[in-house]
């Protein structure tokens, strides 16, 4: 519903989950009001939510002039720790805005918002980076996995310590992730698939434990997996998409992208062809022969 004394538009994220309040991330990122009548002053904007998934917020406004604009961003909206950690389920609510002049209403506006479940994903088209949230490097299933993984390692090549870079050697570092690898390929876990367009709607994703009571996994639960333990040994861990599919890297030297989160697929082909990254399918661990890491990079090489 809106009036048309006051004008209000609202840039905010219409998928929000627990990994939200987790990080800080800001809901709302910008308020904005247009005064489209006379001069207005002691304005009140109130901001509440339902169901109760953040606290109200009340900004006050001496003076918005006529034709004039007022702006806010980031919103400071508190989201509620206890409503999205216990949310198992996604849930619509709405974000309400009105704006008072005394006990007058000159302005208001509702919008919807998904609340999703605390281990529900929201896809690309909201906020991609907080695909990171899900990486869960301290479950304690990524150590039961590890120290199998440092029994394969010391069989492979003399030596079981999970150093990351320390070597400042790539074949190390690749050595460590293929001993991972052959470690997840022996648990027995079998794909299961995706929802349909995962990528941009979103899905719920198992953590670490869940798969190992489970047995069950997609293609994104296997990249969050494999992120998790390399994670966990000092390794700096990359997820990678297309349509309909997501797989696993890892740089072999110390260093990152300087974005969270880029679409520039022809770096990553560079970096792959220059062996500063190993980019590997992971859902083969989950069939009858899981393989090496060499033929997960065989099967991921078409994607890049």
């Not at 990122?29 to 009340?58: Q, W, Y």
């Not at 400071?76 to 206890?82: A, C, I, N, R, V």
């Not at 030596?159 to 001993?179: H, L, M, T």
Request: proline letters at 5%; glycine letters at 6%.
């Amino acid at each position: 519903m809106k009036t048309t004394d006051v004008q209000i538009a609202l840039s905010l994220d219409r998928a929000i989950n627990y990994a939200f309040q987790q990080n800080a991330i800001p809901v709302v990122n910008e308020l904005r009001l247009k005064n489209d009548a006379a001069p207005r002053k002691d304005l009140t904007i109130h901001v509440t939510t339902a169901p109760a998934f953040a606290a109200p917020v009340e900004v006050r406004l001496q003076v918005l002039d006529a034709n004039g604009e007022f702006r806010v961003g980031p919103l400071d909206l508190k989201l509620s720790h206890d409503f999205l950690a216990e949310l198992n389920e996604k849930v619509s609510g709405w974000l309400k805005v009105e704006v008072k002049e005394g006990d007058k209403v000159v302005g208001s506006q509702t919008e919807s918002v998904s609340l999703l479940a605390r281990n529900e994903w929201c896809g690309l088209v909201s906020l991609p980076e907080i695909l990171a949230a899900f990486v869960l490097p301290n479950d304690p299933a990524v150590m039961t996995i590890l120290g199998r993984a440092a029994e394969l390692l010391r069989e492979h090549t003399g030596r079981s310590a999970f150093n990351g870079y320390q070597d400042k050697n790539r074949k190390r570092a690749w050595e460590q992730v293929a001993a991972i690898y052959r470690s997840v390929g022996e648990l027995g876990i079998r794909y299961i698939s995706p929802p349909a367009s995962f990528e941009n709607t979103g899905q719920k994703v198992r953590f670490p434990s869940d798969m190992l009571g489970q047995k069950f996994g997609t293609c994104l639960d296997l990249a969050l997996l494999f992120a998790a333990c390399l994670e966990q040994v000092g390794l700096h861990p990359l997820i990678l998409m297309h349509q309909g599919h997501a797989y696993a890297g890892c740089w072999l030297e110390e260093r990152t992208l300087l974005d969270p989160s880029d679409d520039d697929l022809q770096q990553i082909r560079k970096l792959a062809t220059d062996e500063l990254l190993t980019v590997f399918e992971t859902t083969i661990v989950a069939g009858e022969s899981p393989g090496t890491l060499r033929d997960a990079e065989l099967l991921a090489a078409p994607h890049l």
